[in-house]
């Protein structure tokens, strides 16, 4: 750590006192270490391979109802208190924000509040560098494949301490490895693109690397000779690859600061029936090795398994502390990380409960529709939920893929989406938020 050998809870604690002798009220600070290596494969040699050993602090003092952040890369001694000398400084020069503040020590979660999601030990580029050529090898041995566009595979780990001068103290570390590719492919003068990609804590928790390539292959194969559709209307199938981006539309309309500032369309639903009944959106901050768990929230609250959405019923607004304050509520573990920074909202593995017929029994139930494979860039109104997005697929005849489709504007407001949603049978837990593949009918699709 520098010309330091104090320990990092050592270090953030003297930071700390620094604050206080420079006049802040309090203060809170993380203290990270990250290191990692990427490697890029092109035509089955090595093109780069990068390597990152970072540290950084961050620091938050309070003066009164004031609050300013700083953050830094010099973790000596002399580096440090000048960090807090400048934050308290800027503190007092804010104006003031009466819902800011640390948790009452009574709030803090009690016990241990460490957590080790350690992974895959550190993995050589050597291996990276096989995995990546193999996956990239497999993409192209795909008839119809023209090239790979980028392929790559890396391992990182990040340990970070956290402590405030209420008296939390709390340390995370964590390992993943990633490996994924875009593969390009080309019919009468007509490129379309598709991929594969995978982050897990261990290699073991994912296909091989070949099956990583051939996947992202056969899915760009498949949809070469894209057509354009009629505007209608019809039902839409959105694959398990986008259809987490509704449960993320759900999530920004259920923020605390979004409800407190009064821009959702759900605010005032709160233990309404949002969603159809045996409708369950849960998040699980202690699933084991989960990409997002964790102990506390990111103001030190305790965290626990809580159905956001129960029985089809809305049941929770995602706080942290400024807006719990505001909206005159308990805040009820939903910060972002914030040691260190103000801190946001954020849940950490959020899932939709899958539903009891596969994508196929769904789409012989519609007959006719579209499935959502590729997403581009969704226009959500806040206020109403009023909902567009670009979007490419696969037409559904007779309740079978019948051909691809491209260019295509899928439009609705998300209300009468949720109420409309039936999800499928094909969960994956893979990710911080997963839904299995989602059919909503009577959507209005604008095309030709």
């Known amino acids: 750590m520098a010309d330091s050998e104090i320990s990092p809870e050592n270090t953030l604690s003297d930071l700390l006192d620094q604050c206080r002798k420079a006049g802040a009220d309090a203060a809170d600070a993380r203290l990270g270490i990250a290191d990692g290596v990427s490697v890029s494969v092109r035509e089955g040699k090595l ?16 003066f009164g109802k004031r609050q300013a952040s700083v953050s830094g890369a010099d973790l000596s001694r002399n580096g440090l208190k000048t960090l807090a000398e400048r934050c308290a400084a800027m503190a007092r020069a804010v104006p003031e924000d009466r819902f800011c503040g640390l948790a009452d020590p009574a709030e803090l979660i009690g016990g241990n509040a460490d957590l080790d999601l350690s992974g895959e030990a550190e993995i050589p580029a050597e291996r990276l560098e096989s995995e990546a050529i193999a996956a990239e090898a497999a993409a192209l041995s795909v008839a119809g494949v023209k090239t790979v566009a980028g392929c790559g595979s890396s391992w990182n780990r990040s340990t970070r301490w956290v402590a405030a001068s209420n008296g939390f103290r709390a340390w995370k570390t964590g390992t993943s490895t990633g490996l994924g590719l875009s593969a390009v492919a080309e019919k009468n003068g007509q490129m379309e693109r598709d991929y ?3 982050s897990v804590r261990f290699i073991k928790d994912r296909p091989s690397a070949e099956e990583v390539g051939r996947t992202a292959g056969e899915r760009t194969i498949a949809r070469l000779g894209a057509r354009k559709i009629a505007t209608q209307k019809a039902a839409v199938i959105f694959d398990r690859r986008v259809s987490d981006s509704l449960i993320g539309a759900l999530l920004g309309a259920i923020s605390g600061p979004s409800i407190a500032r009064g821009v959702s369309f759900l605010k005032d639903r709160m233990g309404e029936q949002v969603f159809a009944g045996g409708i369950y959106i849960t998040d699980d901050p202690v699933r084991p090795l989960g990409m997002g768990s964790r102990v506390h929230d990111g103001e030190g609250l305790p965290v626990a398994q809580t159905h956001l959405i129960e029985d089809g019923k809305l049941t929770s607004w995602l706080l942290n502390l400024p807006s719990a304050r505001q909206l005159g509520l308990t805040s009820n573990g939903f910060a972002s990380l914030g040691f260190g920074d103000p801190p946001g909202v954020s849940t950490s593995n959020v899932y939709l409960r899958a539903g009891k017929d596969s994508p196929g029994q769904l789409a012989r139930q519609i007959g006719k529709g579209l499935l959502v494979t590729d997403m581009f860039g969704p226009s959500i109104n ?4 009023d909902y567009s997005v670009g979007v490419a697929g696969f037409w559904i005849e007779h309740g079978e893929i019948a051909w691809p489709v491209s260019e295509v504007t899928v439009a609705g407001d998300l209300p009468s989406m949720f109420a409309r949603m039936v999800p499928a049978n094909d969960l994956e837990l893979r990710s911080t938020r997963d839904a299995p593949s989602i059919l909503i009918e009577d959507m209005n699709l604008a095309g030709s």
Not at 47 to 62: D, G, P, T, Y
Not at 382 to 385: A, D, T
């Open 47 to 62: 093109e780069s391979i990068e390597r990152e050993e970072s540290a950084s602090v961050a620091l938050r003092c309070f």
């Open 196 to 198: 594969d990609s995978w």
């Open 382 to 385: 806040p206020n109403n939920g």
